[in-house]
């Protein structure tokens, strides 16, 4: 992890930690990092956004920052992060940012960077802005007259954005009764438009954004709402996004919770069951389920596990060739037809495979079986977040836990890449003896270097 960027952007609270200097000065960065070599005399940046109260301050800052290195300013709008990442490649664009701090409460905000292949930034990428930006090591160009940028609007981002999204979809909604929850997020200003035109009768909860109220208590890591919604009602399925739209999570008919292992599950084996399964493999994490590794085995695909962040996953499916990858939170990537997540992407797919078959979800999501998993976050210093990985006490409570699991379990504890978290996640057979597990590792983490 970096010194401004973790595993997904440079996060932290806004006008705090991520100021409107900084802003600036990444802004600066990026546009001569990204376009170092070219020959344009204004290189094309796009900029999208999500509803927090702070993006408006962040997006006037990045706009000054490039413009004043020349740049040329193309805004979005209100768009979910996939949009900003497939319009870099449509329009033709030298790079994409979207302002977003994804999940994460209203205060909070964030700078993404997408290279004009629509991808985000590599490690080393990054490391080069942050040199220029923490260090100086190049200074900043400082055109005058007709050197500096221009910013224009695109008004067309919504429905390009739309329209692609229906294109990847094989089987129809036409029938389907949902409820979408969009987090009174950036999905607020499509996921109505997507999948009613998709067929499908659309309810709408948390879409009117109003600044604040961005994944209060609503969105895709907070289900409970929607859940009780759609038990309550006589809906198909429940959908929730969070607050950039690059991940979704559901619930079946009977308001039962779906997860984003749950989700690959289906779409990898009606991918492979279509030939259409790359390799037939499927990319996930070390924070995937037990239960969805051993699923891919018995149903003779690959498994390829990486480091939590999409980025990651993303790595390896470029790699070694991979289409189709994510993770339990419900970032889930379809390569053949989008760079990153996308939330509304991977919904429209589900359903499709649900109407297809004309089945209810609660029998489709049998398919798997789900070992007990407990996640504990333990809110930490900044000296913790540091001494983390040296610290042999809590390493030594983490082999011992190993040991008791042994091979019907784990445990796993890792840094957050995006908050100051250390995250304890443990999976067995017995869901009383890893929560007792579980809590004794966060205890003794809090006690050593909690807040």
């Keep these: 992890m970096g010194r401004l960027f973790g595993t997904d952007g440079a996060r932290g609270v806004a006008n705090s930690e ?59 709008g209100v768009v979910p992060t996939p949009t900003v990442a497939f319009l870099v490649t449509k329009y033709g664009a030298d790079a994409g940012i979207m302002i977003s701090a994804s999940h994460n ?18 490690d080393a990428l990054e490391e080069e802005i942050e040199a220029i930006v923490l260090d100086h090591a190049k200074p900043y160009p400082t055109p005058t007259g007709d050197g500096l940028g221009r910013v224009e609007f695109s008004d067309s981002a919504i429905e390009d954005y739309i329209s692609h999204i229906i294109d990847t979809v094989p089987y129809r909604l036409d029938g389907m009764n949902i409820a979408i929850d969009c987090s009174n997020g950036s999905s607020s200003r499509t996921a109505k438009e997507l999948f009613t035109r998709l067929g499908a009768k659309c309810t709408m909860i948390a879409d009117k954004p109003d600044g604040v109220n961005i994944n209060f208590e609503c969105g895709s890591t907070h289900m409970e709402k929607l859940q009780s919604f759609v038990a309550e009602n006589d809906f198909d399925l429940g959908v929730a996004f969070d607050g950039d739209a690059d991940r979704c999570l559901v619930c079946d008919e009977n308001g039962n919770f779906v997860d984003g292992d ?148 784990r445990i796993l504890v890792r840094l957050s890449g995006t908050e100051p978290l250390v995250r304890v996640m443990l999976e067995g ?20 270097i909690g807040e």
Aim: hydrophobic share 40%; proline share 2%.
């Design 105 to 122: 409460p209203f205060e909070f905000n964030g700078i993404k960077i997408f290279s004009p292949s629509g991808y985000k930034l590599p």
């Design 262 to 409: 749950f989700i690959m599950a289906i779409c990898a084996l009606d991918l492979s069951s279509r030939g259409l399964l790359a390799q037939n493999a499927a990319v996930g994490t070390v924070m995937s389920n037990m239960g969805f590794s051993r699923f891919c085995k018995d149903n003779g695909m690959k498994f390829i596990s990486t480091d939590v962040g999409d980025r990651y996953v993303l790595e390896e499916m470029l790699k070694n060739g991979y289409n189709f990858g994510g993770e339990q939170s419900g970032h889930v990537i379809f390569l053949d037809y989008a760079t990153t997540g996308d939330g509304q992407m991977t919904a429209a797919q589900l359903l499709s495979i649900v109407n297809r078959r004309q089945a209810k979800l609660s029998d489709i999501a049998t398919l798997m079986i789900h070992y007990p998993q407990v996640l504990i976050n333990v809110r930490v210093t900044p000296e913790g977040q540091k001494s983390f990985a040296d610290n042999q006490q809590i390493w030594d409570k983490i082999r011992e836990v190993g040991e008791i699991l042994g091979e019907d379990g």
């Design 429 to 448: 057979r017995d869901h009383d003896e890893i929560s007792r597990l579980g809590n004794e590792t966060a205890d003794l983490i809090k006690e050593l």
């Design 18 to 76: 991520l100021t409107v200097g900084l802003a600036v000065d990444i802004g600066k960065a990026a546009a001569m990092v990204l376009t170092e070599g070219s020959k344009k005399a204004h290189p094309k940046i796009l900029i999208g956004k999500d509803t927090r109260l702070s993006s408006d301050m962040l997006e006037g800052a990045l706009i000054a920052g490039l413009c004043s290195v020349g740049a040329d300013v193309v805004l979005l």
